[in-house]
Each structure stands twice: as structure tokens, then as C-alpha cells.
């Protein structure tokens, strides 16, 4: 049937296009505020996630608790004009804590957070609702590793762990009749990690860090509402897919001159892991759906700065980060632009222990029109809010 036929393809390109514009930069109050630029900072909790190794200066035990408040606005407009929807996404709260411990030369602890996240909600009834009406992924990681320093240059090795849950819900178009289908995934999947920082001289600052890919081996629910003349083929069943989260490389650089610090970040992701998704569903009346995607990998430039005076330190940054979504394979369900942002933050030091911190950044996404030949003509722009704070000790 060619209307089955049509919603598993949609389905399958669904699970993988989700995942393609939304890592995650906001991982600390710190960074957050200096465009996410921080593979060359030490000193600071918040390295556990960007550079582990530049923890491993004796400095004891250091720990950071970030909060951040995002929200998106996204747009979709028809290409011939005559209509135009904005997304109804609610706030989204990621956390994030960073904990680690260095003695002499040795250095050990955690980061936990969400590398990889966000949705799009659209409101019903709109154009697009057989393609998407919301997504929603979330990918937890815990990276735990373990630092030593061999004079100027300092190593790290270790671990992570991923758990991700993708949700989908889209309506059905059974001709003279509507229908829809929920789809609820969990997955886990591990991978490597390591990093070096090198402080040639107490101004100057370089850091390397490598994040493996994961491989989420997904699985759940698919509970289709559909007419009785389709419940044969689209029962509610268990289905199973696989998603790659990419391979990143960061490079990090820090200088200070006085009360000011200059940081930049260039970060390369391999969104090329991800070429094609299968989706496989229990029932065998249910065919196997497969969707090509070819996607590209990027280079994500962030830069910041920031000034000190006393307990009080003032920052600001900003970041380009491409898509890596071809524009043939961009869809309601993944609305993926290239993002331009500003940000600007502050720390204050309540004591010799405590500091807070907080960030605002503005974000745009860029907007860009589809050329799929699988899904309506359109275009596809926004922007979004974010805000955080955070402690560290």
C-alpha cells in the first residue's frame, strides 16, 4: 500500500534527522557565557567536560552545578507563500555537573550532562502535521576519566555512557480518514574519550580534546491509531533503529594579558557517521523502512572573552555552527539551520570556596529552504533564548 509505504520512509528519516542539530554547546554557566569556547580553560570545574587533562595541576577538589533554560521559536514557511507556522516547543532544562579531584600530578572525576537534545513541537492542525507534529530527544552522558601531568603537558583518558530516549508523533493521512502513530525509544551505548592541555607559559593555554562516537541501539513502542483497512500492516508493535552520535575533535586556545582573557574553540564533528537509518518493526507485514541521509561534517567556530576586577568577572562570546543536514533531507521534523549566536555572562566570587555564575545568549538559525523531493516545499528559520546559572566550589 502505497500510503504505508509512504509513512514508514517518513518515519525513518524522523529517527536519524533529529539527532543532526541538536548538540548540545551549553554545558557550564562558565563556557556558556564565552560562546561555549573552553577547551583551553583550567582552573575551572567545568573542564571535566571540556579538557579533563588541564585538571591535573594539584589544585584539589573542584566541583560545578549548571542549570540552563532554553527556548526555541521555530518557522515554517510555505514556498509559495501562502502560509507560514511557528513551533509551539515549551522550555527545555538541561543540567549539568562537573566533579573532580587532582593530587600532585594526579587528576580524576566526572561530567554529566546532556551532549545531544532539543524538539520541535508544531500545533495542530498545520500544514505539515503528516510529517511532524513533535520530537523530542534527550541523550544522558556520564564521562568519568582519570588525568596525570608530565611537566607542561597534561593527559586524560576515559569513558562515557549514553542513555537516549527519541520520541516522535506525527498524524496520518489514510486518504479519506486520519490517523497517528507514537513512537517511544530508549537506547545506551558507550564510548572513548581523551584529551591533552599543554601551558607552555601561565598566560597561554592549549587544549585538545577528543570525544568518541556512541552507537544507540534504540528500541520501544510504535502504537499506530490507523482505520480497520490498515490494521494488518500498521498494528501497535516494538521497533528497533540505530543512531550514531558523532565523533568531535576541539581545539582549544587561551590567552591572558592583565585582567583580560581571550578564548577561542574550533570543533570538528563527524556528522558524515550518519549515512542511512533503518527502522525495523516486529510485525512482519510491516516493512522494513530505510532512509538515505548523507550528511556532512562540520566545523563550529566559538570565541569569547573575558575581564576580571576583584570578585567580579564579565563575559561575552559567540559561536557559528553549521548544519550538517543536506538541504534534500531537510524536513518538519528536524527544521536544522546554521546557527549564529551571541552571549554574554558574569561570575562573582561570594567567597574564597564559592562562586555563581550566570549567561544569556541569543541564537539564530538561519533560514534555508528544502529540496527534498519527499516532503512539502518550505522553508525553515528561528531563533531561541537561553539562560543559565551556576555554582562552583
Not at 600530578?105 to 561530567?111: C, E, I, L, N, S
Not at 601561565?202 to 585538545?208: E, M
Not at 553549521?322 to 527544521?335: G, I, Q, R, Y
Request: contains cysteine; glycine residues 10%; proline residues 6%.
Amino acid at each position: 500500500m502505497k500510503t504505508i509505504a509512504t509513512v514508514l520512509i517518513v518515519l525513518a528519516c524522523t529517527t536519524v534527522a533529529h539527532a543532526g542539530g541538536t548538540a548540545v554547546g551549553e554545558q557550564n554557566a562558565v563556557s556558556a557565557a564565552t560562546g561555549g569556547a573552553g577547551a583551553a580553560r583550567d582552573n575551572d570545574p567545568g573542564a571535566a567536560w571540556h579538557a579533563p587533562a588541564a585538571l591535573a595541576d594539584g589544585g584539589g577538589m573542584r566541583l560545578g552545578i549548571s542549570l540552563a533554560l532554553a527556548h526555541p521559536m521555530l518557522q515554517a514557511r510555505g514556498a509559495d507563500g501562502t502560509w507560514t507556522t511557528d513551533s509551539a516547543s515549551a522550555w527545555a532544562t538541561p543540567p549539568h555537573v562537573d566533579a573532580s579531584f587532582a593530587h600532585d600530578k594526579w587528576a580524576a572525576g566526572v561530567a554529566l550532562g546532556v551532549p545531544f537534545g532539543g524538539g520541535v513541537t508544531w500545533p495542530r492542525p498545520w500544514p505539515g502535521a503528516t510529517q511532524a507534529v513533535s520530537t523530542d530527544l534527550m541523550v544522558l552522558r556520564a564521562a568519568p576519566f582519570a588525568a596525570y601531568r608530565l611537566g607542561p603537558i597534561r593527559l586524560a583518558a576515559g569513558m562515557h555512557f549514553d542513555a537516549g530516549r527519541l520520541q516522535i508523533q506525527r498524524d496520518l493521512d489514510f486518504i479519506d480518514m486520519d490517523g497517528d502513530v507514537h513512537i517511544d525509544l530508549a537506547g545506551q551505548g558507550v564510548g572513548a574519550d581523551a584529551s591533552l592541555y599543554y601551558a607552555p607559559r601561565p598566560d597561554v593555554g592549549i587544549g585538545l580534546t577528543y570525544r568518541g562516537r556512541t552507537t544507540l541501539d534504540f528500541a520501544g513502542n510504535a502504537n499506530f491509531t490507523a482505520p480497520d483497512a490498515f490494521s494488518e500492516k500498521t498494528p501497535d508493535q516494538t521497533a528497533k533503529t540505530t543512531m550514531v552520535l558523532p565523533d568531535q575533535i576541539v581545539l582549544g586556545a587561551r590567552y591572558k594579558r592583565g585582567n583580560l582573557t581571550a578564548l577561542g574553540d574550533v570543533e570538528y564533528t563527524r556528522w558524515s557517521v550518519n549515512e542511512r537509518t533503518e527502522v525495523d518493526f516486529a510485525v512482519d507485514a510491516t516493512p522494513t523502512a530505510m532512509q538515505e541521509n548523507q550528511w556532512h561534517d562540520t566545523v563550529t567556530l566559538r570565541a569569547g572573552a573575558e575581564w576580571q576586577r576583584d570578585e567580579l568577572t564579565a563575559r561575552v562570546g559567540g559561536y557559528y555552527d553549521p548544519s550538517p543536514v543536506p538541504a534534500e533531507h531537510l524536513t518538519p521534523t528536524a527544521p536544522d539551520g546554521t546557527r549564529v549566536a551571541f552571549t554574554a555572562g558574569a561570575g562573582y566570587r561570594i567567597s574564597t570556596a564559592w562562586s555563581a555564575d550566570a549567561f544569556a545568549e541569543q541564537m539564530w538559525i538561519l533560514r534555508r529552504d528544502t529540496t527534498s523531493v519527499d516532503t512539502m516545499a518550505a522553508s525553515y528559520g528561528g531563533s531561541a533564548v537561553v539562560f543559565g546559572v551556576g555554582v562552583r566550589w
